[in-house]
């Protein structure tokens, strides 16, 4: 399937050489595995710790940095995509999911925290991200993160 990402940089040279592809192979990956079949565009911004710290305080109450923000197009249904509940991109009828927002920094430091590197956490955001635009979330500790954190070992290939 063709989806549309768009990658931008809010700090010019922020990022690794293999960032974009990165996020792409993560966003396909996360796609396929939700049986999305329709072409769908995803925005992707990278950025420092500063400035993904003033969209969280602008957009959420939260005046600290995080590792990746999420802000979904369409309201729907974890594991029950329908095209017909999206917005669709007027010229190409390409379904809009959604933009994200990933801090390079803190991906850097995540990944040598947890002691798997840069490429894998940067994956594993992008692919964090596209659940929460499919309708993810983990607002509790209950059953949705439990089904939010099945889909991210399945996709990611840890189960």
Same mark, same amino acid.
Request: glycine share 8%; aromatic share 6%; charged share 30%.
């Given at each position: 399937?063709?989806?549309?990402? *768009?990658?931008?940089?809010?700090?010019?040279?922020?990022? $690794?050489?293999?960032?974009?592809?990165?996020?792409?192979?993560?966003?396909?990956?996360?796609?396929?595995?939700?049986?999305? =079949?329709?072409? /769908?565009?995803?925005?992707?911004?990278?950025?420092? &710790?500063?400035?993904?710290?003033?969209?969280?305080? &602008? @957009?959420?109450?939260?005046?600290?940095?995080? &590792?990746?923000?999420? @802000?979904?197009?369409?309201?729907?249904?974890? %594991?029950?995509? &329908?095209?017909?509940? /999206?917005? $669709? =991109?007027?010229?190409? %009828?390409?379904?809009?999911?959604?933009?994200?927002?990933?801090?390079?920094?803190? /991906?850097?430091?995540?990944?040598?925290? @947890? %002691?798997? %590197? *840069?490429?894998?956490?940067?994956? *594993?955001?992008?692919?964090?991200?596209?659940? $929460?635009?499919?309708? *993810?979330? $983990?607002? =509790?500790?209950?059953?949705?993160?439990?089904?939010?954190?099945?889909?991210?070992?399945?996709?990611?290939?840890?189960?």
């Amino acid at each position: 399937m063709k989806h549309e990402v *768009y990658i931008s940089r809010e700090v010019i040279g922020l990022g $690794h050489n293999e960032s974009a592809a990165l996020i792409k192979k993560a966003i396909n990956m996360a796609l396929d595995a939700e049986g999305i =079949d329709v072409p /769908c565009i995803i925005s992707v911004m990278l950025t420092d &710790d500063e400035g993904i710290q003033t969209v969280n305080r &602008d @957009f959420r109450g939260v005046d600290r940095a995080t &590792d990746v923000l999420s @802000f979904p197009m369409n309201e729907l249904v974890p %594991g029950e995509f &329908d095209e017909d509940m /999206c917005e $669709h =991109d007027m010229d190409s %009828g390409a379904v809009l999911l959604g933009d994200m927002m990933i801090s390079i920094p803190r /991906c850097e430091e995540q990944g040598a925290e @947890f %002691g798997h %590197g *840069y490429k894998r956490e940067i994956m *594993y955001l992008t692919v964090h991200s596209v659940l $929460h635009l499919l309708g *993810y979330d $983990h607002i =509790d500790e209950g059953e949705m993160k439990a089904q939010m954190r099945a889909r991210e070992k399945a996709i990611m290939g840890d189960d």
